[in-house]
């Protein structure tokens, strides 16, 4: 009788970097369980593209979970107030959403002790990125502590390994990566302010990146913008 394939919860949120995260696990095989939120952001349309990498990965289960991270605000990502930013900046960005991912990887935890899965993968990365602190491996060493002194699964010797397979790639190495796994990239949105079409704005920190990215890889860009 074959062992069952390892399970893992992967993050994703329908962009470049978590798409290929999600490619990489599958590839490294595990059966993947992927988990999607809808926190307030200004562009849902990045949750139509979660769903739709999702699908063309064909993954064993998404879920989308709503949180309610605009009751506090704090960022340009769910406070429509503040202005995102169309040049580059220095300093944590206010792009910045406040705990997000220590919010979304506690619970991915949940999940994944649910499921016995022996992984969580975040696409998180310390290179080219826009500043965010909860991107570092430092805060993802202290989160892996943290989550298995936490867990019934962690403190009865089953830890749970949080991989973050593009945290030292470059974002042209990545899109490498995924275009030798076979991705498409069109299914996926980086935009900051995506309009309900899917279409990115070209100028936001996050648009600058990918770009530059596809780019440096010699990979054709995908991407459809908004008229300028």
């Known amino acids: 009788m074959s062992k069952p394939s390892p399970k893992a919860v992967v993050l994703l949120s329908g962009g470049l970097d978590s798409a290929t995260a999600l490619a990489m696990a599958k590839d490294q095989g595990f059966d993947c369980y992927v988990l999607s939120f809808d926190y307030g952001q200004r562009s849902l349309t990045e949750l139509n593209a979660a769903r739709k990498v999702a699908q063309q990965l064909a993954v064993t289960d998404h879920r989308v979970i709503r949180l309610h991270l605009e009751d506090f605000g704090g960022s340009a990502l769910t406070d429509h107030s503040i ?3 169309e040049e580059e900046t220095s300093g944590i960005p206010v792009t910045y959403v406040p705990a997000r991912n220590t919010v979304f990887l506690s619970l991915a935890l949940g ?3 649910v ?15 826009s500043g ?11 989160f892996e502590t943290m989550a298995n002194l936490a867990t019934k699964t962690g403190v009865t010797g089953h830890p749970i390994k949080i991989h973050t397979p593009l945290m ?5 190495d ?3 990566v995924g275009h030798e796994l076979g991705i498409d990239y069109a299914d996926t949105i980086s935009c900051y302010q995506a309009d309900d ?4 704005c070209g100028i936001c920190d996050s648009c600058r990146l990918r770009a530059i990215g596809f780019k440096e890889a010699g990979v054709d860009d995908p991407t459809r913008y908004m008229p300028a």
Do not use: H, M, Q
């Not at 499921?115 to 990125?129: K, M, R, T």
């Not at 965010?132 to 202290?142: K, L, S, V």
């Not at 030292?168 to 042209?172: I, P, Y």
């Open 132 to 142: 965010y602190p909860d991107c570092r491996p430092e805060f993802i060493n202290a």
């Open 174 to 176: 990545i899109i490498k």
């Open 197 to 200: 079409d899917g279409r990115a």
């Open 168 to 172: 030292t790639l470059s974002k042209s």
């Open 111 to 113: 999940w994944a002790e």
């Open 115 to 129: 499921l016995e899965a022996d992984a969580i993968f975040i696409g998180v990365n310390a290179v080219d990125y």
């Open 83 to 85: 202005e995102v930013p």
